[in-house]
């Protein structure tokens, strides 16, 4: 675990960005702050990855980093984004989930819906019904 950990902080932005998506498979607390902070990396690529790799937690500062991620000007960091607080089950990224409903592209206004479905999120019904 920790020399993809090391890798994260590499120069390289394919490097650091094969380390986030290889963190994805794994539940380890040490890996968590580190792709954190991957998440202001200039690479979309690099921050997308890095999205990738913090989905699988239930965590206060996870949820508060993807929610930051959901105004990213990277479309598939947005995507990625509101797909991972879709798997959050935390009520804190309803409001900001219904916010990606007016994006400009379809796959994250989609995955927004989608997310809002999996949060049982009934306060958004009305704003999905004008989707229809």
Known sequence: MQPLINALGDRDEHVRTYAASALAFFDDERAIKPLIRLLSD?????????VMGLKREED?????ALIRMLSDSDETVRHRAVNS?????????VK??????????????EG???????????????????LL
């Open 42 to 50: 200039t690479s979309p690529g690099v921050r997308s990855a890095a």
């Open 60 to 64: 206060p500062r996870i949820v508060e």
């Open 85 to 93: 607080l879709g798997l959050s089950k935390d009520p804190r990224a």
């Open 96 to 109: 900001p989930l219904i916010g990606r409903l007016s994006d400009q592209e379809d796959r994250v206004r």
């Open 112 to 130: 927004a819906a989608n997310a809002l479905g999996k949060l049982k999120a009934v306060v958004a019904v009305p704003q999905l019904l004008v």
